[in-house]
């Protein structure tokens, strides 16, 4: 083992780390805007039936596979002795070098809003689609947030991590809960509540589904390693199904409390959910601004802060993935591999961060591959690479872990921290899920799937 391997300092500096990487974009950026294009409450079924009964039991056993090996994803394989898995792991450092490269864009805009917010611009939000063309301030913004989460991974992740997320995490809900409650009070809150609580199955189809899936997937920093990775810097001490399950109620919960947040100001303005990725930028700056001058930028001001913070505990973790590969399979120097990734993986975001109306190439990407329906660059990575890389991943760990390693060595692992794990019925429904439900569920998905995207054929 490398003798620069870190580490977690304690219990809770692991699961607000590993909750940290899971809160972030995913539940207050993408999540409300995936309900609203899935069509609202039906989806948020869809993703609590996921995130509970089929990603949570994926979770423990990528924090298992980490904490046994001490490795990266792609070590951790070899490390159990099943050296062609090790591809799974490389898969899950593509996929997290992909997620980055446009994550930061997105994590730029919501740092620079909070710039806008501090200057009073609530009118920013009609001039969004002007905002995220501009490369320049765009791009300065990816450049910085990048470089600030090169400097944290590179000073190890315990020290500045820990400490920040035991006080932008409590800090973060607060916001979120005050915002909660002034939604409510808001004309038209009920429309939007009804849009988002009450399910309307006949929106239901396989696109819907497959969202569904790549978001909880993605939400909970699931399928890529992210969790191999902070497992393998996880104590002997620790009980890892409480863990994931902490892990797992936060990250949900706060998805789940920031829609509660979003589609009463969508409706309140007169919006339609369906805005897409633009949907948080464009709805909440009028609504800052109804708050006042100076209450709206305070509120304003803390809210973009704070989500660039839940942003940043993410980008770390997306990082520290082909990080921990350089270091532990290539002796490289960690300060050298940060720097050097983060580089390559900022230059890998550029079609992104044109893919927003700077060049009509990236923005219309899949027309010019022929698609009548063109999908820009940006939108294109995220669905490779959560929604098909990353329900791929949960699958082939869920395998590995049940059939390879097999579900012995896995309760053995487990039960460490845990006693009377062996004979439980959380023994007995982990192995469940990992045997059966995950393969089979994720395994008719991709079916259906490679029927519909590349044969035409569509049977839901
Ligand atoms: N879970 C993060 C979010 O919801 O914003 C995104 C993410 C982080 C995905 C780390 C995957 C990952 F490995």
């Known amino acids: 083992m490398s003798a620069q391997r870190g580490e977690f300092g304690s219990r809770l500096g692991f699961v607000l780390a590993a909750a940290g990487s899971a809160v972030g974009l995913g539940n207050?950026?993408?999540?409300?805007?995936?309900?609203?294009?899935?069509?609202?409450?039906?989806?948020?079924?869809?993703?609590?039936?996921?995130?509970?009964?089929?990603?949570?039991?994926?979770?423990?056993?990528?924090?298992?596979?980490?904490?046994?090996?001490?490795?990266?994803?792609?070590?951790?394989f070899e490390a159990l002795g099943y050296k062609k898995w090790s591809i799974v792991g490389k898969l899950g450092i593509f996929c997290g070098v992909l997620i980055l490269s446009y994550y930061n864009v997105v994590a730029g805009w919501a740092f620079g809003y909070f710039f806008e917010m501090v200057s009073g611009n609530f009118a920013i939000a009609e001039n969004f689609g002007a905002y995220v063309s501009d490369v320049t301030k765009v791009g300065l913004y990816g450049l910085i947030f990048m470089s600030v989460t090169a400097f944290i991974v590179?000073?190890?992740?315990?020290?500045?991590?820990?400490?920040?997320?035991?006080?932008?995490?409590?800090?973060?809900?607060?916001?979120?809960?005050?915002?909660?409650?002034?939604?409510?009070?808001?004309p038209n809150a009920m429309e939007g509540l009804k849009f988002y609580l009450v399910p309307d199955f006949s929106k239901m189809?396989?696109?819907?589904?497959?969202?569904a899936l790549g978001q909880a997937f993605f939400s909970l920093s699931l399928g890529m390693g992210a969790l191999i990775t902070y497992g393998s810097y996880v104590s002997k001490k620790e009980n890892i199904v409480q863990s994931a399950a902490l892990i797992t109620l936060t990250d949900v919960g706060i998805a789940v409390v920031a829609g509660l947040m979003i589609f009463p100001f969508v409706f309140y303005q007169g919006l339609g959910p369906q805005?897409?990725?633009?949907?948080?930028?464009?709805?909440?700056?009028?609504?800052f601004e109804t708050l006042g001058p100076v209450l709206g930028v305070v509120i304003g001001s803390l809210f973009f802060m704070l989500l660039s913070f839940a942003a940043l505990t993410s980008t770390v973790s997306l990082l520290e993935v082909p990080v921990s590969?350089?270091?532990?399979?290539?002796?490289?120097?960690?300060?050298?591999?940060?720097?050097?990734?983060?580089?390559?993986?900022?230059?890998?975001?550029?079609?992104?961060?044109?893919?927003n109306g700077a060049s009509d190439f990236f923005s219309q990407f899949t027309g010019f591959l022929g698609s009548d329906t063109p999908t820009d660059f940006m939108t294109l990575v995220g669905y490779i690479a959560n929604d098909s890389f990353l329900p791929?991943?949960?699958?082939?760990?869920?395998?590995?872990?049940?059939?390879?390693?097999?579900?012995?060595?896995?309760?053995?692992?487990?039960?460490?921290?845990?006693?009377?794990y062996e004979g439980s019925f959380v023994q007995t429904f982990i192995n469940f899920v990992i045997s059966y439900l995950a393969p089979v569920v994720l395994g008719i998905v991709a079916l259906l799937t490679i029927l519909n995207r590349f044969l035409g054929i569509t049977l839901i």
């Open 392 to 420: 791929l991943g949960g699958l082939l760990i869920s395998v590995f872990a049940a059939y390879i390693w097999k579900k012995e060595n896995l309760s053995k692992e487990i039960s460490i921290g845990y006693e009377g």
């Open 325 to 355: 590969y350089l270091v532990d399979e290539k002796n490289m120097a960690r300060k050298k591999a940060v720097w050097l990734t983060a580089g390559v993986i900022f230059l890998v975001g550029i079609p992104s961060l044109l893919a």
């Open 28 to 76: 207050i950026w993408k999540f409300p805007y995936e309900v609203g294009n899935g069509g609202g409450a039906a989806f948020v079924v869809l993703y609590l039936f996921f995130c509970f009964l089929l990603c949570f039991p994926v979770m423990v056993a990528e924090i298992s596979i980490g904490r046994k090996t001490n490795r990266n994803p792609a070590g951790a």
């Open 205 to 211: 189809n396989l696109q819907v589904i497959y969202g």
């Open 154 to 186: 590179s000073g190890g992740v315990q020290q500045g991590i820990e400490k920040a997320a035991k006080i932008l995490m409590p800090s973060l809900l607060t916001i979120i809960f005050f915002l909660v409650i002034y939604a409510m009070t808001l």
């Open 275 to 287: 805005q897409g990725p633009g949907l948080v930028f464009v709805a909440l700056p009028g609504v």
